[in-house]
């Protein structure tokens, strides 16, 4: 116990106003205005608890990265005076719940009042609604003063709405930020670069090296072990590559926008076999544990792009603006709109299980092998890979959504139910009905071809929809449609695909729609 913390605690036992504030762990905001002043009379808390490792299975990577940037910032409090009480997954005390550790703490300390700051997940929301409303003293919820619209935003923006459309929210947000505004038009005359932005990744512009760091976590995997927490992926580089403090999100911050914004926008949606990372700007994680905040990185990339226009072009700058200001702050707002029902949507009825090779990536399927592998290896995928390869083929072949859910939320270093649910559920498995994407986001291997250099080498053949060594996605997508036409066929960005599926002859849709079956049923051996 540092001589801080047992300060404070005489101070309770002589009966002081002590108030006792929680800090979640994806709540390492070191600008939140808790932390202005230091005062003696307010203990802060931090815990490392099973009910946290244990509500899915994580990466282990994920949960060393929580834990590593979590032990630093109760570090940089304690540094900057404030006292800390900081609860390892391993003290003899820990209850391995927050409600039963914070009654422990609260009785036996005479704490006066308590305070945390909103979480982001709904079932966290609830446990610690639950925990005020049994307390005997006074307690308050906080602003996390992290996001850029409230949790209703979204829900108010929409109000009576079927569809959530975007676009609509973001140029919203937009204005009302004044972000590449001029004279409340979008600057450059338009709000959207989509259409020269995403293209293949093509060799001529090399891509620069992800910027990885070496914290070191052995005492924290000893930990793990020690205490038997299950996880899964590879931590084999000894050193953690993630960044676990603001100083080193702010690092990732400036390398990205030096050395990736120049084509971020463009090659946005390409997959390679070579680069994990690509263009992409790998700050989900700090940004979700609020170590760095949104406006912080928007801010950067737009003096980058002021101070460089020769080199980032407008639509690279919007990109990035897009994926912050408006979807990272849409998905929140969806997400409140919609828990708990949200949890249970699953619009297809799906309910096939998550073939092994999404936890081993032990695959002939060469696009899934390479997404999933960096996945277990790094924590992590880009957008397009998550979207167009492991969440693609999850709905074509009918994954219960619970199960494509679990995967997600366990293996990225990103992964909080808030952004994870919506962009699973919603955007990538359709199981909200349409709430979110206006049509469910498949494809065949024509797509994946176009876009990737996955399909060269690959076991399967991408140009072929059934017979030997057909491609799994040609004959999966066509069946997707053929078993959803009832809840499709009248979307009208749909109904091009049936009226291509009904000119095949007779015998040309059996054989595929054969094929696929065959390959749902063999779906382990894929
Ligand atoms: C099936 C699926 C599951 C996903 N699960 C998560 C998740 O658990 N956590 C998570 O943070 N993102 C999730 N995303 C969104 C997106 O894929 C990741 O935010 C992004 O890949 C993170 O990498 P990056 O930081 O390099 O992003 P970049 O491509 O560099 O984008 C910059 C930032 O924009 C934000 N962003 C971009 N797209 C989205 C989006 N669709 N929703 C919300 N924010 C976005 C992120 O904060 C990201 O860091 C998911 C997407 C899909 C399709
Ligand atoms: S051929 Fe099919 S399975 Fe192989 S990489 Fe291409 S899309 Fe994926």
Request: hydrophobic share 35%.
């Amino acid at each position: 116990m540092s001589f801080r913390v047992f300060r404070g605690l005489l101070k309770y036992q002589r009966n002081f106003k002590m108030k006792l504030c929680l800090i979640f762990g994806d709540q390492l905001n070191p600008n939140h205005s808790w932390f202005k002043t230091v005062d003696d009379n307010v203990l802060y808390v931090m815990m490392e608890v099973r009910q946290e490792t244990d509500y899915v299975m994580h990466h282990i990577q994920k949960v060393l990265a929580f834990f590593a940037a979590m032990r630093e910032f109760a570090k940089q409090l304690r540094k900057k005076g404030h006292q800390v009480h900081y609860i390892k997954l391993d003290d003899s005390g820990n209850t391995q719940s927050i409600p039963e550790n914070l009654t422990k703490l609260i009785h036996n300390n005479n704490i006066t009042r308590f305070e945390y700051q909103i979480p982001d997940e709904y079932r966290l929301d609830q446990q610690i609604r639950q925990f005020c409303e049994s307390l005997s003293i006074p307690s308050e919820a906080l602003d996390t003063e992290h996001f850029l619209s409230s949790r209703n935003d979204v829900a108010d923006h929409f109000k009576d709405k079927k569809q959530y459309l975007l676009e609509s929210f973001y140029r919203m947000m937009r204005k009302r930020y004044a972000i590449l505004i001029d004279n409340d038009q979008p600057v450059g005359g338009k709000w959207n670069f989509d259409v020269q932005n995403r293209q293949r990744y093509d060799g001529k512009v090399p891509v620069p090296e992800p910027i990885m760091f070496q914290n070191d976590v052995r005492d924290l995997k000893q930990l793990l072990q020690k205490m038997n927490v299950k996880t899964f992926g590879f931590a084999d580089e000894d050193p953690l590559i993630w960044p676990i403090n603001h100083q080193q999100a702010q690092q990732v911050l400036l390398y990205f926008t030096v050395h990736c914004l120049p084509y971020f926008g463009t090659y946005e949606d390409a997959m390679t076999k070579q680069y994990w990372s690509l263009f992409h700007s790998r700050l989900s994680f700090t940004l979700n544990t609020k170590m760095l905040h949104p406006l912080e990185a928007i801010e950067a990339a737009i003096h980058a792009w002021e101070q460089n226009k020769a080199c980032i072009s407008l639509p690279q700058i919007e990109g990035f603006v897009r994926q912050i200001l408006g979807w990272r702050e849409y998905m929140r707002g969806v997400y409140w709109a919609q828990m708990p029902k949200y949890k249970e949507m699953n619009f297809f009825e799906n309910s096939r299980k998550l073939p092994h090779y999404y936890w081993d990536g032990d695959t002939k399927l060469q696009c899934l092998r390479y997404a999933i592998g960096q996945s277990l290896k790094y924590a992590y995928a880009h957008h397009i890979q998550r979207l167009m390869i492991t969440g693609n083929f999850a709905l074509l072949a009918g994954i219960h959504p619970d199960e494509v859910d679990a995967w997600y939320l366990g293996v990225y270093i990103d992964a909080i139910e808030w952004v994870e649910i919506t962009n699973t559920r919603g955007m990538s498995q359709f199981a909200d009905g349409g709430l979110v994407a206006t049509k469910p986001y498949v494809s065949s291997a024509n797509y994946i071809q176009k876009m990737s250099d996955y399909c060269r080498g690959c076991h399967y053949d991408p140009k072929k929809k059934y017979g030997d060594r057909a491609c799994p996605f040609n004959g999966l997508y066509w069946s997707f449609y053929d078993r959803h036409r009832d809840k499709l066929a009248n979307n009208p960005r749909i109904g091009m695909m049936y009226r291509i599926l009904d000119r095949f002859s007779d015998e040309e849709r059996k054989k595929i729609l054969e094929q696929a079956n065959w390959y749902l049923e063999n779906i382990e051996d894929l």
